[in-house]
């Protein structure tokens, strides 16, 4: 039988994670987490796959800043049920590059054991976040958004 969490435990890994500290990071993180986000690894070299608590603070605390230094996770939306967590988020940093502030949207899935994330999914608006980074927007023709999940407004 599994215990809930509770909502402060999951906003404590959210401020946990904008501090940049890897104490306060670590100490919301199982060391067998798996860790998953969704997105274009070539472009956004934070996501991608890693596993283990080690790989996380490496992702969180190193790789992440160096392309975007997270400045603001704003919850739009939080649902909790027994170890798991759901939130919406607006996720805001400073490109490293550039010094430019970058805003995208996240959904996020966590499962927690002995209140602590266990597992991680994220998925990001990442045409959004590409388009932020690269500093322009991406260019669609026509004949490649015919017959795939692009609009073209």
Not at 82 to 103: K, N, P, Q, Y
Request: glycine content about 8%; proline content about 3%.
């Amino acid at each position: 039988m599994t215990t809930g969490i509770s909502r402060e435990l999951v906003l404590g890994f959210f401020d946990a994670r904008v501090s940049h500290d890897p104490v306060r990071i670590a100490k919301y993180l199982h060391d067998d987490v798996d860790w998953l986000i969704a997105g274009p690894v070539d472009l956004l070299h934070f996501c991608g796959h890693r596993h283990g608590k080690a790989a996380v603070l490496d992702n969180i605390v190193r790789i992440g800043p160096s392309l975007m230094r997270p400045t603001r996770m704003e919850l739009q939306e939080l649902l909790i049920d027994g170890d798991r967590a759901a939130s919406f988020v607006m996720l805001s940093g400073i490109l490293a590059r550039t010094g430019r502030t970058v805003s995208y949207r996240s959904a996020q899935f966590m499962r927690f054991l002995d209140n602590k994330v266990t597992e991680f999914r994220s998925l990001i608006d990442s045409f959004d976040a590409a388009e932020q980074v690269l500093g322009h927007a991406i260019e669609v023709a026509p004949e490649q958004a015919r017959g795939h999940n692009v609009v073209m407004v």
